[in-house]
């Protein structure tokens, strides 16, 4: 199976960016869809942004317009650029890859946005 490695998480200030990574320990070609989840500290784990094969994207609402996914197909890495960074966006964030039969997480990174 393919894993999957998120990095980039950091502290910090409102209003920052970040870059977040998620490398693939082998080609992304084997997944339909890739994707960015996030979860807060006493809620449940929330879509971010997705990316298929086919290249269509998806954002959440709270992240349109701050946030873009967008995948390096060379490098085997799908990447979440975040700016204008908000108190709420504090969150873990999970990278994962949907085949036919199964999905693939990674452990995620955690992104901490300071007031």
């Known amino acids: 199976q393919v894993q999957l490695v998120e990095s980039g998480g950091d502290l910090v200030q409102t209003g920052g960016s970040l870059r977040l990574s998620c490398a693939a320990s082998?080609?992304?070609?084997?997944?339909?869809?890739m994707g960015w989840y996030r979860q807060a500290p006493g809620k449940q784990r929330e879509l971010v942004a997705t990316?298929?094969?086919?290249?269509?994207?998806n954002y959440a609402d709270s992240v349109k317009g701050r946030f873009t996914i967008f995948r390096d197909n060379a490098k085997n890495t799908v990447y979440l650029q975040m700016n204008s960074l908000k108190p709420e966006d504090t969150a873990v964030y999970y990278c994962?890859?949907?085949?036919?039969?199964?999905?693939?997480w990674g452990q995620g990174t955690q992104v901490t946005v300071s007031s």
């Open positions: 994962n890859g949907l085949e036919t039969y199964h999905t693939s």
């Open positions: 082998g080609s992304i070609f084997i997944f339909n869809a």
């Open positions: 990316i298929t094969s086919g290249g269509r994207i």
